[in-house]
């Protein structure tokens, strides 16, 4: 009798383990023709300048607004971060024209795949790079430009290899891939005049979806963003309350926003053209009720 249940229960092991190597190859093959697919891209034809003021528009836009260095580093060197067999290694790229880096390998077509299509010089996608493929071309190739002029400097790093519970955050996540979320064949807009207004404001602030959702009201999620409509907290806030939280990192309220999940230290650096543009943009869209979230989940940290 005993070795009879004790024969099952191998059955049932050997099954429950075939089933698993099953779900393995079949989330490995998934990913992997996700991960190879390769996307066409016609040629931009765009001209990279190399002017002394082409080059400060474009540290500019990426000093604030950017955010290449909240993931590539200060120096745009990159970083890697190893998680383990099951999870696997992602590099993020070292940008600069040393040693392993991208700078030195790039084409402007590379960069312009890269930045706009979120896609490599093989037309694979990149992973969870955000997509900027708002800016408009001239702007464009002004960070494209100062990218080019930045100092290179020698980093070296593997490239990104996944494992499968790298490969299953691809499946159920797929912002994480780039490229298939972006409509490749969509016309450039034009970037509205610089100045103060709605129109410009909604420009700089495609930059805000990334985190807190194309209708700007935030998630109910943690770390999700906080409703930045009309029906949110900014309802009771001027334009200088907005500014000043921008600047220094505390809401009206005497909340301190979290660095880590809302880089307020790189949009402070923003022009008070640009900040007062956006302040009028968010005060003209639709309102949106969304649910409140726990302290916890805001991005926010309460107290000193």
């Given at each position: 009798m005993i070795k009879k249940i004790l024969k099952w229960i191998g059955f049932i092991l050997a099954g429950l383990l075939g089933l698993?190597?099953?779900?393995?190859?079949?989330?490995?093959?998934?990913?992997?023709?996700?991960?190879?697919?390769?996307?066409?891209?016609?040629?931009?034809?765009?001209?990279?300048?190399?002017?002394?003021?082409?080059?400060?528009?474009g540290e500019h836009l990426v000093n604030a607004?950017?955010?290449?260095m909240e993931c590539h580093t200060d120096n745009f060197s990159g970083e890697v971060f190893d998680e383990g067999l099951l999870v696997g290694t992602f590099s993020i790229a070292n940008l600069t024209s040393g040693k392993g880096g991208v700078g030195g390998q790039f084409s402007d077509e590379d960069w312009v795949r890269a930045i706009r299509y979120g896609i490599d010089p093989e037309g694979k996608t990149l992973i969870n790079m955000p997509p900027f493929n708002h800016f408009s071309d001239g702007d464009l190739v002004a960070i494209i430009a100062y990218l080019k002029s930045l100092s290179p400097v020698d980093h070296e790093m593997p490239e990104t290899s996944l494992g499968l519970l790298g490969r299953y955050s691809v499946l159920m996540m797929?912002?994480?891939?780039?490229?298939?979320?972006?409509?490749?064949?969509?016309?450039?807009?034009?970037?509205?005049?610089?100045?103060?207004?709605?129109?410009?404001?909604?420009?700089?602030?495609?930059?805000?979806?990334?985190?807190?959702?194309?209708d700007l009201a935030g998630g109910t999620q943690?770390?999700?963003?906080?409703?930045?409509?009309?029906?949110g907290n900014l309802s009771s806030w001027t334009e200088a309350d907005f500014i000043k939280t921008i600047r220094t990192g505390t809401t009206p309220e005497g909340n301190f926003l979290n660095a880590d999940l809302m880089p307020w230290?790189?949009?402070?650096?923003?022009?008070?053209?640009?900040?007062?543009a956006i302040w009028l943009y968010l005060q003209s869209v639709p309102p949106v009720e969304v649910?409140?979230?726990?302290?916890?989940?805001?991005?926010i940290s309460i107290g000193a």
């Open positions: 698993l190597a099953l779900a393995a190859i079949s989330l490995y093959v998934i990913t992997e023709g996700k991960l190879n697919q390769v996307y066409d891209v016609s040629p931009s034809g765009l001209v990279i300048p190399s002017d002394p003021a082409t080059i400060a528009r607004m950017g955010l290449c797929p912002f994480l891939l780039t490229a298939q979320n972006i409509d490749h064949t969509a016309p450039r807009p034009p970037a509205p005049e610089p100045g103060v207004s709605v129109e410009y404001g909604a420009y700089l602030a495609n930059i805000c979806t990334h985190c807190h959702g194309p943690f770390g999700s963003g906080v409703n930045l409509t009309p029906a230290r790189r949009f402070g650096k923003m022009t008070d053209d640009e900040l007062k649910t409140p979230q726990p302290a916890q989940s805001w991005r």
